[in-house]
């Protein structure tokens, strides 16, 4: 689900580009609905209301573009640029839940990679040592 200052921060091409997707995408859903196969139901709820705020946030620059306002003068930016200047600030991490875990769990195999002892050491070391008897 894309949040207001996700979707603020892009640009109107990008923008105009999710909105087709995620158009696309609740087309899908709604299929999935007629036909039976939907298996999670308020996945619809949550696409429908990623279009509306897509919607608004389109709306929105057609309004400051028709008098005369930069993107940085409307609310929601003004909003996001203060969110993202306080998080910065205070060395906030602003990832998902979901991106800390994966970065998480691969710097753990990382880890277990590096402690764990080569297998191709172990037999260069007993091929030494028989060389040596």
Same mark, same amino acid.
């Given at each position: 689900m894309a949040t207001v200052a996700e979707i603020s921060e892009y640009d109107t091409e990008e923008l105009e580009r999710q909105l087709g997707e995620t158009r696309r995408e609740l087309f899908n859903l709604r299929f999935q609905l007629a036909t039976g196969q939907l298996d999670n139901f308020? $996945?619809?709820n949550h696409v429908r209301k990623d279009v509306a705020r897509m919607l608004t946030e389109?709306?929105?620059?057609e309004i400051a573009e028709a008098e005369g306002l930069s993107l940085d003068q409307l609310p929601a930016h003004k909003a996001a640029?203060? $969110?993202r200047d306080e998080d910065e600030a205070k060395g906030r991490d602003t990832s998902t839940a979901s991106e800390r875990r994966a970065a998480a769990r691969a710097e753990a195999e990382d880890q277990a990679a590096a402690e764990a002892p080569d297998e191709g050491d172990a037999d260069d070391d007993a091929e030494d040592a028989e060389e040596n008897d």
């Open positions: 308020s $996945r619809l389109l709306r929105n620059r640029a203060r $969110r």
